[in-house]
């Protein structure tokens, strides 16, 4: 019984971090608009954009692509 218990379990954590790993584009976009709230320079406008852009697409369900596009957005405020 024990033999077949621990894949099972390891595939049920497996199956439930996913979804919970895909929700980190919203935290990046708000990382984004936090930061740039008070800033009017071109490069918190062209995040500001990336941050829109990361939004359409975690809504879409394209979480990677939304991840990458805020992380870049972030990468020019000059934050990681």
């Known amino acids: 019984m ?3 218990m621990l894949p099972v379990v390891g595939v049920t954590v497996l199956l439930l971090a996913g979804p919970a790993l895909a929700f980190q ?3 990046l976009v708000k990382k984004i608009e936090d930061e740039t709230a008070t800033r009017y320079d071109p490069a918190a406008a062209d995040a500001k954009a990336k941050a829109a852009q990361a939004s359409e697409l975690h ?3 394209k979480h990677a692509e939304a991840e990458k596009a ?3 957005g972030l990468a020019m405020l000059g934050i990681q």
């Open 2 to 4: 024990r033999r077949f």
């Open 25 to 27: 584009c919203p935290k």
């Open 59 to 61: 809504a879409q369900g």
């Open 70 to 72: 805020a992380k870049e």
